[in-house]
């Protein structure tokens, strides 16, 4: 089984920065698609950023030059890097990933982290 354990986020002023980190724990062969979620309150699921294997990242317009994803394969974890936060930014952010376990190929989600940003 694989679980996955979000961190990082919090309450920050517009302007400030955030790094989420989401690490896969258990018996987790190998990963391939790690990405980034979020869902603002009264509104659907968003997909922010996803970085495949080889570390090619795809990031949504919305945050394209204040968010980066990142990945640390030996260390099972997908990185968020949000800086100059606006309040449109609030929401809670989830993690997903793509992994192979003991039961094959699966995807997992994170328990979502709270990220508000303050005007």
């Known amino acids: 089984q694989v679980q996955l354990v979000e961190s990082g986020g919090g309450l920050v002023q517009a302007g400030g920065s955030l790094r989420l980190s989401c690490a896969a724990s258990?018996?987790?062969?190998?990963?391939?698609?790690m990405a980034w979620h979020r869902q603002a309150p009264g509104k659907s699921r968003e997909l922010v950023a996803t970085i495949l294997r080889g570390g090619s990242a795809d990031i949504a317009d919305s945050v394209k030059g204040r968010f980066i994803i990142s990945r640390d394969d030996a260390k099972n974890t997908v990185y968020l890097q949000m800086n100059s936060l606006k309040t449109d930014d609030t929401a809670v952010y989830y993690c997903?990933?793509?992994?192979?376990?003991?039961?094959?190929?699966?995807?997992?989600w994170g328990q979502g982290t709270q990220v508000t940003v303050s005007s």
């Open positions: 258990g018996t987790v062969f190998s990963l391939n698609t």
């Open positions: 997903h990933v793509q992994a192979n376990a003991v039961n094959g190929w699966r995807d997992y």
